[in-house]
């Protein structure tokens, strides 16, 4: 089940806190990169943060989440991070897929490590385009990939 979570509680930020760590551990991997800034994240962080989350839920359990900012027309998507666990199992599939049904006909972005093809493949399956490699660190790169509206 997804719904909108409430990462300002005390618990659901510590829930999101244990299920990013070990996923951007993976990412971190792919990029030869330690420096995401997710992987440092405290739970004070995350309950201040002004994105809206939303959560994969099974009995009542967090096994995903994808977090996201509107700004007019724009959905500029934060996070997509699924416990490494449960990798495979389409829960990142389902997150993006809701988000994008509850917000069709509007623009999305996101950026990921350049190196990090799962997360590239699963964009480019929904029609997301890459669009501007950007560098993070030296010699780190991420990318930028976006869908537009459809007219």
Do not use: W
């Not at 760590?21 to 440092?40: D, N």
């Not at 399956?125 to 869908?147: H, M, N, Q």
Request: net charge neutral; aromatic share 12%; charged share 25%.
């Amino acid at each position: 089940m997804i719904r909108k979570v409430n990462h300002r509680n005390e618990y659901t930020a510590k829930a999101i806190q244990r299920i990013q760590r070990p996923a951007y551990l993976v990412e971190a991997e792919l990029m030869g990169f330690e420096g995401i800034p997710q992987l440092k994240e405290s739970t004070i962080e995350i309950q201040n943060s002004g994105e809206t989350f939303l959560g994969y839920m099974e009995q009542e359990v967090l096994l995903g989440f994808i977090s996201y900012k509107k700004e007019n027309n724009i959905i500029d998507i934060y996070r997509l991070v699924v416990n490494p666990e449960h990798f495979r199992k389409g829960i990142g599939r389902k997150l993006l897929a809701y988000l994008m049904e509850e917000f069709e006909g509007m623009e999305f972005i996101i950026s990921t490590g350049k190196m990090n093809k799962p997360a590239k493949n699963l964009y480019t399956s929904f029609g997301f385009v890459e669009k501007e490699d950007f560098e993070v660190a030296p010699g780190v790169f991420c990318t930028t990939l976006k869908k537009e509206i459809q007219t």
